[in-house]
């Protein structure tokens, strides 16, 4: 019996779940793995957040479908975080989707605008999702390459005509999963000029904006026009530590969030409504002792492993933000081939680059979520290997 569809099949096995099994191998047999390969924190959610989505829970209130277009609460919590971080004003009603997460609506975002044949342009190295996407909506994946020489920003000028001529949208992603590079605001100034010259739709995923270590990444939508071609998505996984809970949103373009609300209205009945609650008053929370402690854990955890590795010898890209660490493969090794030494050898799980497309070969990502002290055990390991 045919239990896939050709879309299905086309695509390649996805990149966390392979790195899931292989560690889950070793873990099986008694070694003593540390896994910096997927990007889960290891802290628990903060308290004030839990207490909130008790509360809501317990309200009769929250127990009915929500609404397409999300729940007034958590759409004005948005529009106030949005004010108070960015200095944006966003209209709650027209401008923002509470979503299941970015990865739910990053994906659904080709559907509500492509048709077969568009172009979607995505970034390599990048996410693998985008690619998929753009592939179940019937489009074509055009990447467009991410290089350490040019800071890991696109040179949008250099993309074919032809293909930018077809192209209907173009994923950003900015602080950068895997690189951890930041945008300044004159790329998003030239990305905005460069979208409404060529009439494409940026979707900026914003996943890490609150995962930084020195200045708060800024929000394309701060510049000027953005909002007549961009669409923003945000997320409370990373930042509040709430990866199981699935709670993020989009922001922008009124006519894209139309878009998305009138195909998820036929795909889903939107985020628990206790959720969306909870998520308000994380957002309003946003700026607690909580919050900034969290990034200074992280920033601790990111000189550690930096200075553990660039003493192994090991070239480093040292993040700007997100809770992850690009590091250059030695000894002209390719990244599955160290990814597997560090595994078969050292009990590490680390993530080839080459997942996130062909400009990611050469180089593996670690991720930041384990306490300091397994971190320096880990790069101790590390320094043990001969390359």
Known sequence: MQTESDRLKALPPYLFAEIDRKKKAAVATGRPVISLGIGDPDTPTPRFVIEAAQEAVADPATHTYALDRGDDRFREAIARFFEKRFGVALDPATEILPAQGTKDTLSHLPMAMMNPGDVGLSPDPGYPVYN???????????????????????????????????????????????????????????????????????????????????????????????????????????????????????????????????????MDNGVFTAMQWAGAAALDGYDRPELVDLRAMYRRRRDCLVSALEAAGLEVNRPEATFYVWVTCPGGLDSRAFADRLLEE????????????????????????VPEETLEEAAGRIAGLSF
């Open 132 to 266: 998929s996407s753009i592939q179940f909506a019937g489009g074509e994946v055009v990447r467009f390459p991410l290089t350490k020489e040019a800071g890991y920003l696109p040179d949008l000028d250099a993309l074919d005509a032809d293909v930018v001529k077809r192209a209907k949208l173009i994923y950003l992603n900015y602080p950068n999963n895997p690189t951890a590079a930041a945008a300044t605001r004159d790329f998003y100034e030239t990305a905005v000029a460069w979208a409404k010259a060529n009439d494409v739709v940026i979707a900026q995923d914003a996943a890490y904006s609150e995962v930084y270590f020195e200045a708060p990444p800024l929000s394309i939508l701060e510049v000027d026009g953005a909002r007549d071609v961009a669409v923003e998505f945000h997320s409370l996984s990373k930042t509040f530590n709430m990866t199981g809970w699935r709670v993020g949103w989009v922001a922008g373009n009124v006519d894209v969030i139309a878009s998305l609300v009138r195909l998820k209205s036929n």
């Open 346 to 369: 050292a009990d590490i799980v680390a993530t080839p680059g080459i997942g996130y497309g062909e400009h990611g070969e050469g180089f593996v990502r670690f991720s930041l979520t």
